[in-house]
């Protein structure tokens, strides 16, 4: 009896638990997001059958001005999916390609090293002369870019947590 117990109880875990990694992917994006995605799914599932395949994309591709794509290179795309790539696949694969920047922690503490006295701030002028001259250099115009989102004091010092905010959640006026 004990043994049969456990196994249901392992087989009720284990169901609960394929469920909670099957919606899984649902909880890494706000409900709008969510509903962006669901669009720009549709809009690829040409044939409207719920699975994006190769005709879809060549067909998105050809709305989109970009004939004679490569076979290899859709191919290539369906691969990444592992499987037919339904809505919820669509959605894992963009949560991949999305969680791809570092964890917020991580980018404070970067910033933090330009921030000795701890206030929360870098100068706008050091950091831009940084971006443009140190390691994968940016561009005046990819900088100036950024600036446009980052927010600053008064001072023209950037606010590097909400900037951290932002890389790491999205810019709130963007909605």
Do not use: W
Not at 6 to 24: I, V
Not at 51 to 69: A, F, H, M, P, W
Not at 119 to 143: C, I, Y
């Amino acid at each position: 009896m004990a043994s049969r117990k456990a196994g249901t109880r392992s087989k009720a875990a284990a169901t609960k638990q394929a469920q909670r990694g099957s919606s899984n992917v649902f909880s890494m994006f706000e409900q709008a997001q969510i509903q962006e995605f669901k669009e720009a799914f549709s809009c690829i599932d040409q044939n409207r059958d719920g699975i994006i395949c190769k005709s879809d994309l060549r067909e998105t591709y050809s709305q989109l001005g970009k004939v004679n794509v490569p076979e290899e290179e859709l191919d290539a795309m369906l691969q990444e999916g592992k499987g037919p790539i339904n809505f919820t696949v669509f959605l894992t694969l963009f949560g991949e390609k999305l969680n791809g920047t570092d964890p917020e922690e991580a980018i404070l503490s970067a910033f933090r090293l330009f921030d000795p006295s701890g206030k929360g701030v870098v100068n706008k002028d050091e950091f831009k002369q940084l971006l443009l001259t140190q390691a994968d250099k940016f561009s005046l115009a990819e900088v100036e870019q950024m600036f446009e989102l980052t927010p600053m004091d008064l001072a023209g010092n950037i606010d590097y947590k909400s900037l951290c905010y932002i890389i790491t959640h999205g810019d709130e006026k963007e909605e």
